[in-house]
T-cell receptor, first 113, second 112 residues
Framework: AQSVTQLGSHVSVSEGALVLLRCNYSSSVPPYLFWYVQYPNQGLQLLLKYTSAATLVKGINGFEAEFKKSETSFHLTKPSAHMSDAAEYFCAVSLRSASKIIFGSGTRLSIRP | KAGVTQTPRYLIKTRGQQVTLSCSPISGHRSVSWYQQTPGQGLQFLFEYFSETQRNKGNFPGRFSGRQFSNSRSEMNVSTLELGDSALYLC???????????FGPGTRLLVL
């Protein structure tokens, strides 16, 4: 079975600082991995997706994530935080043979001026 | 291209009633999935439809059902509503099974 663990339900950084949101996954077979962002009162927006091509995946809004099989991690980073990045971020996993997405519990990102 | 649309956006019902939510996928997308989001349980998969057939189902009681029409639009129905059904219900569409899913804004259901 697949699962996702997001470390830290709330992360706060200063504007301009590095953003690092942590995600570890568990899967018996090579998975697809995702990061989604949810702004208040909105649905989910796909930030990026790992499908076994390059291990460093670049997404929208300056975010990127690195797939590390040895650490079973898929951490999300952004070099310089912007106030508009404040939102909830979800790491997710799915099997390559199925569409069902398993989501982590989410990390709320706050940006301090 | 228009995104995934869900109607209604907000809904208030009372216990014991039933509710039907609608989802229109992105044009050309044939797969529709439904998810429930609650503060306690997070995001949970309900079911997925492709070509008018349910292809996958999550661990929800039989009160939760869905269907897909020939134009790929989908509806989900919840019968005999319970307080715990209060949630944001998200619909996602993809071009085909196992393709990237794009989410709609959700329908927020409040059960009183």
């Amino acid at each position: 079975a697949q699962s996702v663990t997001q470390l830290g339900s709330h992360v706060s950084v200063s504007e301009g600082a590095l953003v690092l949101l942590r995600c570890n996954y568990s899967s018996s077979v090579p998975p697809y991995l995702f990061w989604y962002v949810q702004y208040p009162n909105q649905g989910l927006q796909l930030l990026l997706k790992y499908t076994s091509a390059a291990t460093l995946v670049k997404g929208i809004n300056g975010f990127e994530a690195e797939f590390k099989k040895s650490e079973t991690s898929f951490h999300l980073t952004k070099p310089s935080a912007h106030m508009s990045d404040a939102a909830e971020y979800f790491c997710a996993v799915s099997l390559r043979s199925a569409s069902k997405i398993i989501f982590g519990s989410g990390t709320r990102l706050s940006i301090r001026p | 291209k228009a995104g995934v649309t869900q109607t209604p956006r907000y809904l208030i019902k009372t216990r014991g009633q039933q509710v039907t939510l609608s989802c229109s996928p992105i044009s050309g997308h044939r797969s529709v999935s439904w998810y429930q989001q609650t503060p306690g349980q997070g995001l949970q998969f309900l079911f997925e439809y492709f070509s008018e057939t349910q292809r996958n189902k999550g661990n929800f009681p039989g009160r939760f059902s869905g269907r897909q029409f020939s134009n790929s639009r989908s509806e989900m129905n919840v019968s005999t509503l319970e307080l715990g059904d209060s949630a944001l219900y998200l619909c996602a569409s993809s071009q085909a099974l196992q393709e990237t899913q794009y989410f709609g804004p959700g329908t927020r259901l409040l059960v009183l």
